[in-house]
């Protein structure tokens, strides 16, 4: 079965930086594209980042471009997300996902991300 377990998150001052990880079981990890999504309270789950299998190619969305960076080791079936230049708009759970029609609707518990002002 597959598992997704994200960590990292936390509080932090509005420009600090947090590093998030989310480590994989289950699936052949280096087969699949990788991403990380987020969600803020009473809003929708949004896209934030997107990784290759090799990490050759990453997507970002707008809202992101220039302050996070996502990677992977697939050594350790592991995809982060590091975020710096933190802004109060990033405060949301943070999950990551299998880009993948077979996987696409595991989901782990996520981890929370507070940025104050």
């Known amino acids: 079965q597959v598992q997704l377990v994200e960590s990292g998150g936390g509080k932090v001052q509005a420009g600090g930086s947090l590093r998030l990880s989310c480590a994989a079981s289950?699936?052949?990890?280096?087969?699949?594209?990788m991403g990380w999504f987020r969600q803020a309270s009473g809003k929708e789950r949004e896209f934030v980042a997107a990784i290759s299998q090799f990490g050759g190619s990453t997507l970002n969305a707008d809202s992101v471009k220039g302050r996070f960076t996502i990677s992977r080791d697939n050594a350790k079936n592991t995809v982060y997300l590091q975020m710096n230049s933190l802004k109060p708009e990033d405060t949301a759970v943070y999950f990551c996902n299998v880009l993948s029609i077979t996987y696409r609707n595991y989901w782990g518990q996520g981890t929370q991300v507070t940025v104050s002002s």
């Open positions: 289950g699936l052949r990890f280096s087969f699949y594209r």
